[in-house]
């Protein structure tokens, strides 16, 4: 990701990455140690997105944005709330309600975590992005305060009756990101028409 992103220019395809992770803890660029309780034999990743730490593991889709963000003409702000809209709207289509936060960007079902998403942006191209769980063993999660907060409790798609695969699910999530990004850039340009 860093190099794709110190590598491209103007020309270059924004993509988005789907991904499933072997068991690990990523660590942000303000991430505090003493949010990993225990230590464990997961390995602790330190990487330059923001937030602090979480869990990835089999079982939980990664989608990494690689994304101008001037082609896009999205600031950040406008990126989280889009990247949080897609997996509300994935899971509004099986019946679940979930929401964002003002105070702890990610997706939560009442006050039960199911996405988390952290972003680097570097010469206004982005990168990283959202892991949302689907179906993965949760027990790493009691290691840490997820994201930094102690006592959030996390839960996934296989937990809320959601029994499609794996793969339809993160086609779902990709399509819902591309259609917000266009959607978002319609309205600005149309905004600018007028």
């Known amino acids: 990701m860093k190099r794709f992103t110190a590598e491209r220019n103007s020309n270059t395809r924004d993509e988005i990455w789907l991904v499933q992770h072997p068991p690990v803890y990523t660590q942000g660029l303000a991430g505090k140690p003493e949010h990993l309780l225990h230590s464990t034999g997961i390995p602790v990743i330190k ?3 923001g937030g602090q730490i979480t869990y990835h593991g089999p079982g939980q889709i990664i989608a990494y944005l690689l994304l101008d963000l001037r082609r896009w003409k999205i600031n950040v702000r406008e990126l989280v709330r889009l990247m949080e809209q897609a997996v509300i709207s994935l899971l509004a289509g099986y019946g679940i309600t979930a929401q964002g ?4 960007p990610g997706v939560y079902v009442g006050d039960v975590k199911i996405a988390a998403l952290g972003l680097k942006i570097k010469n206004g191209c982005c990168y990283h992005g959202l892991s949302f769980n689907v179906d993965m063993d949760l027990r790493p999660f009691t290691n840490i305060n997820p994201c930094g907060h102690a006592g959030l409790r ?12 794996i793969n339809e699910l993160q ?3 990709a399509q819902n990101l591309v259609h917000g990004l266009q959607h978002h850039l319609e309205r600005k340009n149309a905004h600018e028409q007028h």
């Open 154 to 165: 996390v839960t996934q798609a296989c937990e809320l009756g959601i029994t499609v695969a």
């Open 171 to 173: 086609a779902e999530l």
């Open 101 to 104: 936060r003002a105070d702890a």
């Open 47 to 49: 990487i330059d997105r």
